[in-house]
């Protein structure tokens, strides 16, 4: 099987960064994002994904911690467009349901080409820790926009901030990991009707 890596290196005014994806890796994760709870979030995203995962970011998180979230969504979702390659094979969907004490949330994508996000994650704080939970749908934007994905994000239920964001990037790793399996059943083929993902 040929090799489903990505190395991205996206340079702004605000964000400096470099990731490294392997999708068939063994979910090891060297997370130096500068945001604490986003480095945490994002381990689960490789140990649950079963993706080998490098991000350093060096961002303007004096001003806020906007930018760097947005901008390593942004680059893991060019990371992710990039190593699937043509998508032949592939499963292209991928729907996960997980829980966390009293959390649950559930996630389902389409490796479609066409980026759209649907977040229905209603939060009762607007902080965990020092980290704005407004922040998890800009990154969920960020890579919906550059890996051309549908995505459906519903908070089902819970009380706790950070078990409900957890109970978020977890299945979303899960879910993006079926998604990106191969399907031995379309034999190289394209998963799509149109003839074009």
């Known amino acids: 099987m040929t090799p489903r890596t990505a190395s991205i290196q996206r340079d702004t005014l605000e964000t400096r960064i470099k990731l490294e ?12 994002s500068g945001v604490p709870f986003l480095d945490h979030m994002l381990d689960q995203v490789a140990r649950h994904g079963r993706f080998d995962l490098s991000v350093h970011c ?4 004096r001003i806020d911690d906007h930018h760097s979230v947005e ?4 680059a893991l979702g060019s990371a992710v467009r990039e190593a ?3 998508k032949r094979g592939l499963t292209r969907y991928g729907h996960a349901y997980v829980p966390l004490d009293e959390a649950l949330s559930r996630v389902v994508i ?3 080409g066409r980026p759209g996000l649907w977040f229905d994650c209603p939060f009762q704080r607007d902080r965990v820790g020092t980290f704005d939970v407004e922040l998890c749908r800009e990154f969920f934007q960020g890579f919906a926009n550059h890996a051309g994905a549908t995505i459906h994000i ?3 239920r819970g009380e706790n901030e950070h078990h409900k964001i957890e109970t978020i990037f977890k299945a979303f790793g899960r879910a993006l990991r079926l998604a990106v399996s191969e399907d031995v059943r379309m034999a190289g083929d394209l998963p799509s009707t149109k003839g074009a993902l």
């Open 21 to 32: 994806l392997d999708l068939d890796g063994s979910g090891r994760a060297t997370l130096e």
């Open 154 to 156: 519903d908070l089902i």
């Open 84 to 86: 699937v390659g043509d």
């Open 110 to 112: 389409d490796l479609s």
């Open 71 to 74: 901008d390593i969504g942004i």
């Open 58 to 61: 060096d961002g303007d998180t």
